[in-house]
């Protein structure tokens, strides 16, 4: 497996403000493919990584050995309002207090890591369908991250304001497989609508699970990845 941190995220140095656009995103995989020097790839993508792997696709179909889109965005802004309302309604007056004390805070407004780091937290304490889970998740950011974050919403807004993937990805002829976890803010109709329109597609629903899969059913999203890219691949066993 390679595994990337994507420009302007993680350890990736901040690029030049003309160069956070899409189109950079994908010539970033197709870089790390022919360094590589593999002829095609499985490509894993969790979140809005949907959105720079189906793009990558469409520019290379004959790269791509298969996805494996795992609690993928919404294709289009279609189910955003949906996406929102189920956000909203878990949030407590409590939680928009911390919020706000959080963005109060010196350290915030001086552009720490660490009060980015506790606001992220707090938007992701609901993305579990089991609420103790959230303790097991644990990432760390990068002291640049204010100023990376700032130039990737810049540098994608154009690309990001108005898009649609769906007339687009009937042309995919590889194989694709969808991981949705059931109780995700991501509606489960975005990934029902891909497997409808992708030709050679199989959708598998973790009903113990929200945004983050690999976190709360572990064993069964290592199953269901290792038999997909053993399926590709072509092993017998």
């Known amino acids: 497996m390679i595994f990337y941190d994507q420009r302007a995220s993680g350890r990736s140095a901040i690029p030049s403000a003309d160069s956070a656009s899409l189109s950079f995103f994908v010539d970033d995989i197709e870089a790390i493919r022919k360094t590589f020097g593999i002829d095609k790839i499985l490509i894993f993508s969790h979140s809005w990584g949907a959105i720079p792997?189906?793009?990558?696709?469409?520019?290379?179909?004959?790269?791509?050995?298969?996805?494996?889109f795992c609690n993928p965005?919404?294709?289009?802004?279609?189910?955003?309002?949906?996406?929102?309302?189920?956000?909203?309604?878990?949030?407590?007056?409590?939680?928009?207090t911390n919020r706000s004390i959080i963005i109060g805070s010196p350290d915030f407004k001086a552009g720490k890591a660490d009060a980015y780091r506790r606001l992220l937290l707090l938007?992701?304490?609901?993305?579990?369908?089991?609420?103790s889970n959230f303790s097991k998740l644990k990432f760390e950011l990068q002291e640049k991250y204010k100023d990376a974050s700032n130039l990737l919403y810049a540098g994608l807004a154009k690309d990001l304001s108005d898009f649609n993937y769906y007339?687009?990805?009937?042309?995919?002829?590889?194989?694709?497989?969808?991981?949705?976890?059931?109780?995700?803010?991501?509606?489960?109709?975005?990934?029902?609508?891909?497997?409808?329109?992708?030709?050679n597609s199989r959708l598998s629903i973790f009903r113990s699970s929200g945004h983050f899969i690999f976190i709360e059913e572990p064993k069964r999203f290592y199953q269901e990845v290792v038999l997909f890219s053993r399926m590709i691949n072509g092993y017998s066993k």
């Open 53 to 68: 792997v189906v793009q990558y696709a469409l520019n290379y179909p004959d790269r791509v050995k298969g996805i494996i």
């Open 123 to 131: 938007s992701f304490q609901y993305s579990f369908s089991d609420a």
């Open 167 to 199: 007339n687009s990805i009937p042309r995919f002829k590889f194989p694709v497989l969808i991981l949705h976890g059931r109780s995700d803010a991501l509606p489960l109709q975005a990934s029902e609508k891909m497997l409808e329109l992708i030709p």
């Open 73 to 96: 965005v919404a294709l289009s802004k279609e189910y955003d309002n949906i996406t929102l309302e189920a956000q909203l309604m878990k949030i407590t007056g409590r939680d928009s």
